[in-house]
């Protein structure tokens, strides 16, 4: 069964503070990791795919980083507007058009001023 | 280009009781998926649909279904309500090919009394 663990739960950081957040995983056959941000009340918003170990990914303060078995999401000089829950999902599997995405539990980061 | 719609936004339901969910996805994309969000489990997939058919179905009892219509549309359906059904329950559209990211709606509060 494939298997996604964050850590850590919540993060509370100074705003210019960087840090990273940890995403492991188990699966049989990683076809992609993907990273989203939640915000209360709305649904998770789409942040990076990786596709295999060794890439990196970039946008504005974020960066996402793959190896074989965790992935690692790097906030530089963070804002109190990238708080938020940051949610690492996985999609294995091999063959087929299924679309099923295994999910963690989040990291709730929060950036004080 | 509107996002994806989930209504209604909050329901109230008591034990025993059935409920509809309705999601309406971005023109264009024929794949709908639904996820369950607890604050224990996290978000969990519950299945997903492409162009009418179930494509993949998540590790959930039979009480919960769903269908898509010709529009891509879809609806998934609770029977017989239990307390620990009380959840976030999301709505994700894409084109349907692999690999690519999801699009969430906001979600359909569900509180079972």
């Known amino acids: 069964e494939d298997q996604v663990t964050q850590s850590p739960e919540a993060l509370r950081l100074q705003e210019g503070e960087s840090s990273s957040l940890n995403c492991s995983y188990t699966?049989?056959?990683?076809?992609?990791l993907f990273w989203y941000r939640q915000d209360p009340g709305k649904g998770p918003e789409f942040l990076f795919t990786?596709?295999?170990a060794g890439e990196e990914k970039e946008k504005e303060r974020l960066k996402a980083t793959l190896t074989k078995k965790e992935s690692f999401l790097h906030i530089t000089a963070p804002k109190p507007e990238d708080s938020a829950t940051y949610l690492c999902?996985?999609?294995?599997?091999?063959?087929?058009?299924?679309?099923?995405?295994?999910f963690g539990k989040g990291t709730l980061l929060t950036v004080n001023p | 280009k509107a996002g994806v719609t989930q209504t209604p936004r909050y329901l109230i339901k008591t034990r025993g009781q059935q409920v509809t969910l309705s999601c309406s996805p971005i023109?264009?994309?024929?794949?709908v998926s639904w996820y369950q969000q607890t604050p224990g489990q996290g978000l969990q997939f519950l299945f997903e649909y492409f162009s009418e058919t179930q494509r993949n179905k998540g590790n959930f009892p039979g009480r919960f279904s769903g269908r898509q219509f010709s529009n891509s549309r879809s609806e998934m359906n609770v029977s017989t309500l239990e307390l620990g059904d009380s959840a976030l329950y999301l709505c994700?559209?894409?084109?349907?090919?692999?690999?690519?990211?999801?699009?969430f709606g906001s979600g359909t509060q569900l509180s079972v009394l």
């Open positions: 699966v049989s056959g990683l076809r992609g």
């Open positions: 999902a996985v999609q294995a599997g091999v063959g087929g058009s299924n679309y099923k995405l295994t």
């Open positions: 990786l596709y295999s």
């Open positions: 023109s264009g994309h024929r794949s």
């Open positions: 994700a559209s894409s084109l349907g090919l692999t690999n690519e990211k999801l699009f």
